[in-house]
């Protein structure tokens, strides 16, 4: 892989660690287990994600993200949790992408994946409140159904083509900002102001 290659590949997963960082986990993990990813000497320190362990706990988290996202209440709870694990995962996962040789490079990418992750969850789950306060359950299950769908789509670009799979999460990294300034114009609509008065 090419440094831009690589780049692309660290910035897609940790975009994608903002959504389903398990099942990022979990999938990479069983590609490399299987043999579908080759990891080039400078991903060696991704070997740790085929390890049979970490394979079954990532699966067993990914299987109960996957239902728990689809119940409105347990949603909201389990994004408010993920505020910080997410973010931490994304950036660990793009610190084991990119080269650990050069100190710069291990700070640019853990800020800049952690980053990535971390607006692409805040995005998601300001999307997801704001859906999540419908009172019928099918509007949850039908965009808790197309973020599995994406990121499991984005996943497969990403591992076949990374770059075309960065600019795919660059589109999705503007759109995550665009919902959570949407959502917080709506909540500002929702709620009243607060009035203060000088003490």
């Given at each position: 892989?090419?440094?831009v ?15 389903r ?13 299987w ?16 390890n049979?362990?970490?394979?079954g ?22 994004d ?11 950036a660990?996962?793009?610190?084991a ?10 700070v640019g ?16 789950a ?5 859906v ?6 099918f ?38 900002l ?21 003490a």
């Amino acid at each position: 892989m090419t440094a831009v290659e690589l780049l692309a590949l660290a910035a897609s997963t940790s975009l994608l660690a903002g959504w389903r960082l398990y099942l990022v986990t979990f999938v990479t993990g069983i590609a490399m287990r299987w043999g579908y990813v080759d990891l080039p000497q400078q991903l060696a320190a991704l070997d740790v994600l085929a390890n049979p362990w970490l394979i079954g706990l990532t699966g067993v988290a990914a299987l109960f993200e996957f239902f728990a996202d689809k119940i409105a209440w347990i949603d909201s709870a389990w994004d408010s949790i993920h505020t910080v694990v997410r973010p931490i995962g994304g950036a660990l996962l793009s610190l084991a992408i990119v080269d650990a040789g050069d100190p710069a490079w291990q700070v640019g990418s853990f800020l800049l994946g952690g980053g990535a992750a971390f607006v692409a969850h805040a995005g998601k789950a300001g999307a997801r409140a704001i859906v999540n306060a419908s009172p019928e359950p099918f509007s949850n299950i039908a965009v808790s159904t197309a973020e599995d769908v994406a990121t499991g789509g984005l996943l497969a670009l990403a591992i076949a083509n990374p770059v075309a799979a960065a600019l795919i999460a660059l589109i999705l990294v503007l759109l995550s900002l665009w919902l959570v300034l949407a959502a917080r114009r709506l909540v500002r609509r929702i709620l009243p102001p607060v009035n203060r008065t000088p003490a």
